[in-house]
């Protein structure tokens, strides 16, 4: 079975500190994606990455940034957090070829952040 | 850009009964793949059913079914003999053939499975 895990399932930290979250894959998947996601506005995306050291921002990408230094591992970083950015995020993996069933995107459980 | 909506923002269905859960999307592309997602309370986001816009035929997974209206650009998720289980946060996804791997949601339909 996929398992992808994220650091934590609840956070809450101070506006101005800087967040880590953390997201672990061990499905070899090259693709690897956070959202966001907020009640009536669905799952929206942040970030993703297609490869190790590679990110392409998503649609909501201000006030993030992300990381992935190895291919396991994806890391979502909020440089000064604000209270706009309370919500739940999730990560997500998926390979890197379409066709069935290998585009299917497998999820964390999610984390949810409150920031005060 | 590519946009997906779920007019029903929550849904209620008898045990053992038959619910449609609406989709519709809007692209200007002729490939491209429909997903439906479920996430249970406090659990983890899981993948229904898929189906390829260039297939005619609606996809099945056991008690889940789609009606697939490419003309109409609607995706529509059929449940049949509702369980308690079912009771989840149902999401359409859109993802373009040509573009990678990114999925495009809408805003999800609250289901409820009365006993």
């Known amino acids: 079975d996929v398992k992808v895990t994220q650091s934590s399932r609840y956070l809450v930290k101070r506006t101005g500190e800087k967040v880590f979250l953390e997201c672990v894959q061990d499905?070899?998947?090259?693709?690897m994606f956070w959202y966001r996601q907020d009640p009536g506005l669905g799952l929206r995306l942040i970030y993703f990455?297609?490869?190790?050291?590679?990110?392409e921002k998503g649609d909501i990408p201000e006030g993030y940034s992300v990381s992935r230094e190895k291919k396991e591992r994806f890391s979502l970083i909020l440089e000064s957090a604000s209270t706009n950015q309370t919500s739940m995020y999730l990560c997500?993996?998926?390979?890197?070829?379409?066709?069935?069933?290998?585009?299917?995107?497998?999820f964390g459980p999610g984390t949810r952040l409150t920031v005060l | 850009a590519q946009t997906v909506t779920q007019s029903q923002p929550e849904m209620s269905v008898q045990e053992a009964e038959t619910v449609t859960l609406s989709c519709t999307y809007d692209t200007s592309e002729s490939d491209y793949y429909l997903f439906w997602y479920k996430q249970p309370p406090s659990r983890q986001m899981i993948l229904v059913i898929r189906q390829e816009a260039y297939k005619q035929q609606n996809a099945t997974e056991n008690r889940f079914s789609v009606n697939f209206q490419k003309a109409a650009k609607s995706f529509s998720l059929k449940i049949s003999d509702s369980q308690l289980g079912d009771a989840a946060m149902y999401f359409c996804a859109y993802r373009s053939a040509w573009y990678g791997n990114k999925l495009v949601f809408g805003a999800g339909t609250i289901l409820r499975v009365k006993s």
């Open positions: 997500a993996s998926s390979w890197k070829r379409s066709g069935q069933g290998t585009d299917t995107q497998y």
């Open positions: 990455s297609y490869d190790v050291k590679m990110k």
């Open positions: 499905m070899d998947h090259e693709n």
